[in-house]
């Protein structure tokens, strides 16, 4: 296991962390705002209002894996359960069999490129469904829309593997927007943008750890087992995009409860046999004596999850309850606790840059845990 002392050096190496990066992982996690600004641009480029010129389908059927599922997550999380039209995310690459010229398709993938992308386009074109393609410039989903007439929204080749969430998700809210499901305040991308740039300059590799959120929490989770719980739907899907990058990009695995539903569960992990066994945690302590990983909970808030709706029942019905209790039971069992993005002044920020600082500092984590144990020269290409 790596010490906490070696990775602080490597981290705090610019020389050695770019030799570190071929792909120039970094570089492309701190260029998340210009994403948003490029990808919105392209997107009106595109002709977005073909397909909002309709008004509200009946249901959005997202077509999407990985980062552009999560992305499908969001929009989702964000509507909630009031939202006037539904939202289905599917894997591909078959449509759902009640999909319909009253529906909207969006097919959702940095490479546009496979059968999960192409087939779905052509079966909603054969089907009368309207088509929104989101994809690499050159990528066969491209031809698949052109021949349905349908807006595409080409990315560029320049956009790296794991870094293109905020590409994918920025059409969606544009989308959401048009058809009068987001406000323009709810879906405001300047103000999203401007949170990523923020979060890019205070966790830059420039930035050094013990003044870096992202590299503090990377050295918390050097060797730790990392527990997220998450407050409410929107902090639970930025829970599982999270946990997929550390997994991922650093091999760390990670376990999610999603508040206030999954509380039971996180309670009784945090009491439970991989809780630590002496005192409180003690950052300075040889590892040397350690028997394995340590439990570490990491908290991702969302003030806006909705308040409490129990009416004074027994069981905490809102994630605010549901998340102190399992802080409770963190600190009773000498669990250490990280806040996501809880530096500065969370609450100037509206919900999705809120969201936005918490996906960004976490990119950034993930990015420098990875390169502190030297997972991204070993990955395969």
């Not at 190496?13 to 120039?24: E, M, T």
């Not at 990009?249 to 509380?263: I, Y």
């Amino acid at each position: 296991m790596t010490s906490p002392e070696l990775a602080e050096e490597v981290l705090d190496d610019l020389g050695l962390l770019r030799a570190r990066d071929p792909r120039g992982l970094l570089p492309a996690v701190a260029g998340a705002g210009a994403q948003v600004r490029e990808t919105a641009r392209l997107t009106g480029e595109a002709g977005l209002e073909r397909v909002t010129a309709g008004g509200r389908p009946r249901g959005l059927v997202i077509v999407a894996r990985r980062e552009g599922a999560v992305a499908a997550q969001v929009l989702r999380a964000l509507l909630g359960p009031a939202s006037p039209v539904t939202v289905d995310v599917v894997p591909g690459p078959d449509l759902p069999v009640w999909t319909g010229p009253s529906d909207i398709a969006v097919v959702a993938t940095r490479t546009g490129a496979g059968r999960y992308a192409v087939t779905p386009a052509y079966e909603a074109a054969r089907r009368g469904v309207t088509l929104l393609g989101i994809g690499a410039e050159d990528a066969p989903l491209r031809a698949a829309c052109s021949t349905a007439r349908a807006p595409y929204v080409p990315l560029p080749r320049s956009r790296v593997r794991h870094t293109t969430l905020w590409s994918l998700l920025t059409p969606l809210l544009q989308l959401g927007v048009g058809l009068d499901l987001l406000s323009e305040d709810a879906g405001d991308l300047e103000a999203i943008a401007a949170a990523l740039d923020e979060v890019a300059t205070e966790c830059g590799p420039t930035r050094e750890s013990f003044v870096n959120p992202a590299k503090t929490l990377a050295l918390e989770l050097l060797d730790a087992l990392p527990l997220i719980t998450a407050e409410g739907p929107l902090a639970g899907t930025a829970a599982a995009r999270i946990a997929d990058q550390l997994a991922t990009l650093a091999g760390l695995p990670v376990t999610t409860f999603r508040m206030p539903d999954q509380r039971v569960a996180a309670c009784a992990v945090l009491r439970g046999p991989l809780a630590p066994q002496g005192g409180a945690d003690d950052f300075f302590r040889d590892r040397a004596d350690d028997a394995g990983r340590r439990l570490r909970l990491i908290t991702i808030r969302d003030p806006d999850a909705g308040e409490h709706d129990g009416a004074g029942e027994r069981e905490p019905r809102s994630a605010r309850e549901a998340l102190s209790e399992a802080l409770r039971s963190a600190a009773a069992a000498n669990v250490p606790v990280s806040g996501l993005a809880e530096h500065g002044d969370p609450q100037r920020y509206g919900r999705l840059p809120r969201l936005a600082r918490q996906l960004a500092v976490a990119d950034f984590t993930a990015a420098y845990l990875a390169l502190a144990l030297d997972a991204e020269r070993s990955a395969p290409a």
